[in-house]
């Protein structure tokens, strides 16, 4: 079992930068793949960025690459998301996702463990 809190988000201006931050705990972080997707409302949950168990491999959607930037610190269990340039579009619940199987390429569906997510709002 893997425990997933996330912490940041919430209200910014267009243009402006959030730092989105999820710390794990319960098993061996550098095992799984790290993830964070997003859910408008209304919409369905969608990929952000991923990545692998050693941080060497990432995988941005095109929507954020460019602008967001996932990091891990694996001695401190942590996964970070740096959002710059953020849009209107921005705008959802954020959420934290580990996969055992390290695909950073995975669908929602493979993802083992979720966290409770974190509303970004981002104002025009």
């Known amino acids: 079992q893997v425990q997933l809190v996330e912490s940041g988000g919430g209200l910014v201006q267009a243009g402006g930068s959030s730092r989105l931050s999820c710390a794990a705990s319960?098993?061996?972080?550098?095992?799984?793949?790290m993830g964070w997707f997003r859910q408008a409302s209304g919409k369905e949950r969608e990929f952000v960025a991923a990545?692998?168990?050693?941080?060497?491999?990432?995988n941005y959607a095109g929507a954020v690459k460019g602008r967001f930037t996932i990091s891990r610190d694996n001695a401190k269990n942590t996964v970070s998301l740096q959002m710059n340039s953020l849009k209107p579009e921005d705008t959802a619940v954020y959420y934290c996702?580990?996969?055992?199987?390290?695909?950073?390429?995975?669908?929602?569906?493979?993802?083992?463990?979720w966290g409770q997510g974190t509303q970004v709002t981002v104002s025009s």
């Open positions: 996702a580990a996969d055992y199987g390290g695909n950073v390429a995975g669908p929602p569906s493979e993802y083992d463990y």
């Open positions: 319960g098993d061996t972080f550098s095992r799984y793949a």
């Open positions: 990545n692998g168990g050693h941080g060497t491999t990432t």
